[in-house]
């Protein structure tokens, strides 16, 4: 056999939130090292950061993990992110696992800003290192189409939790009886091919008066355990509805997987209650991936929550 390929020695950079995903992802490889910011500020809020071992980075690959939680942390994660690639580094790799403003990618009438296309433009003029255009991994990013907002300067890498998912519904007592229920079109044509072993449901938001009403579009799931698969949450009300919808047709159980639970104003606290009737919550797992720290952290080890970790993947999407 020939010799195997030598991996890459990386110096990974974090931002504050993500230091305990940093940290995961450097345990996943001998050949990641943690570098340092001192993301300090001036009186006036302004940012006063500092690359700490920047000689020490001459000829080395580097990357950065960021995480764009809200516009309050960009401006600092950008002045760090354009620094970098002029410290004569031979490559520079952009983490960035949940990219925010992926939902605002279009324009229904005159007026609407695309904020989407504002952050790939941003993106797309991060300066060119010594090795080239900066790689850019991003997970599940929300509009598919969006990977053309990128300019020629930045070469976007996209990634998925699926993975991840499919290696936790393995370990399930129930995997035999799973079905993938998917809340809306959307969702089935962005993930149905990685899942299209499972038996599927799908959902469909539809129209009664002034109300928009979740009902089952397509499929069986009576006597399954359901796993309604989505990129995202924000309030959490469409899958509420899905999950009603599926119970009402006689699943089992119903789970949901999402890559990023973003979650604002702490809506994640709706699915950590008790049904009507004083029982559990209604869904038997909810799992997330760690692409958004401050989530993460605020739902501890709360029940139905699972965190499924980046970390391995990232680790191996440093080495592409």
Not at 147 to 173: K, W
Not at 222 to 229: C, D, L, N, P, S
């Amino acid at each position: 056999m020939g010799e195997q390929r030598r991996k890459k020695e990386i110096h990974l950079f974090y931002c504050a939130e993500s230091e305990d995903l940093a940290r995961k992802v450097a345990d996943k490889s001998d050949a990641i090292h943690l570098q340092s910011i001192s993301w300090r500020s001036f009186d006036d809020g302004f940012p006063n950061l500092f690359i700490n071992n920047a000689h020490d980075i001459r000829g080395q690959h580097v990357a950065f993990l960021a995480s764009f939680s809200s516009p309050g942390v960009i401006f600092e994660q950008i002045s760090a992110i354009f620094a970098l690639p002029k410290l004569f580094i031979a490559s520079f790799t952009l983490v960035l696992p949940f990219f925010p403003t992926g939902s605002f990618e279009r324009m229904e009438e005159e007026g609407d800003v695309a904020t989407a296309f504002t952050m790939a433009r941003i993106l797309s003029m991060i300066p060119k290192s010594r090795g080239g255009p900066t790689s850019l991994v991003i997970y599940d990013i929300h509009a598919l189409q969006e990977r053309f907002y990128f300019g020629d300067d930045v070469l976007p890498c996209f990634e998925t939790g699926i993975p991840l998912l499919l290696q936790r519904l393995r370990q399930l007592p129930d995997s035999e009886n799973v079905t993938i229920a998917f809340p809306d079109d959307g969702a089935w044509k962005r993930f149905h091919k990685q899942l299209q072993h499972f038996p599927m449901v799908v959902c469909a938001k539809v129209r009664e008066g002034d109300k928009r009403i979740v009902r089952l579009k397509e499929g069986n799931p009576a006597g399954r355990h359901v796993v309604i698969v989505d990129d995202l949450v924000q309030s959490g009300g469409t899958l509420i509805e899905c999950q009603k919808v599926l119970a009402a047709q006689g699943a089992s159980r119903v789970s949901a997987y999402v890559t990023h639970g973003v979650f604002p104003k702490q809506s994640w606290d709706r699915f950590t209650q008790s049904d009507a009737n004083g029982g559990r919550s209604p869904f038997a797992y909810f799992w997330i991936t760690d692409s958004c720290p401050l989530t993460v952290k605020a739902i501890g080890d709360k029940r139905p929550f699972e965190v499924l970790s980046l970390a391995g993947s990232i680790a191996d999407a440093l080495q592409i």
